[in-house]
């Protein structure tokens, strides 16, 4: 298998979709930041002396679908038809597991989209609780389904879903 962003020479180049059909693309992807119990709570209770931690983080995430393609080299710019981004309380952990969809109907995927919305959400709650609590981790972040485009459908197995394990590549 031939990576897509080099030629056969092994130079970096942005991969032509000119002559690729337009179909409807969807991609999800998550993540989590774990917190110190009494930053989680402050959090939960909406008492961070930023403000709405995850108001903030949600506008972000879905600001940064716009801008992935300045962050990630050779992504092409894309005109996103939607975004969102959800955030589970996991109060036996004390971490917050962040979700984000996008779709756009286009010639390449959103895969990158979703996944840059996940790090900047966490990234922005990071930002907004670290006067708390320094010692946040951001972890998991990956891409759980996308749907459209040549390569076909992919989904995450079940499995490989428990937050304490890594996933394990072949």
Known sequence: MQFSHFD???????????????????AVAEGQISLLPVAYEMVKAGAMKKGDVLGVARIAGI???KQTSALIPLCHPLA????EVT???????HSIRIEASVRITGKTGVEMEALTAVSVAALT??????????????SQIRLMKKSGGRSGD?????????????????
């Open 87 to 93: 955030f589970f309380f996991d109060d036996e952990r």
């Open 8 to 26: 056969e020479a092994g130079q970096a180049w942005m991969v032509d979709v000119g002559a690729k059909a337009e179909t409807e693309r969807v």
């Open 63 to 65: 600001m940064a679908t």
């Open 125 to 138: 709650i990071y930002d907004m609780c670290k006067a708390v609590d320094k010692g946040m981790e951001i």
């Open 154 to 170: 992919f989904s995450r197995p079940a499995e490989s879903d428990d937050r304490n394990t890594e996933t394990k590549r072949p």
């Open 80 to 83: 996103i038809s939607g975004a």
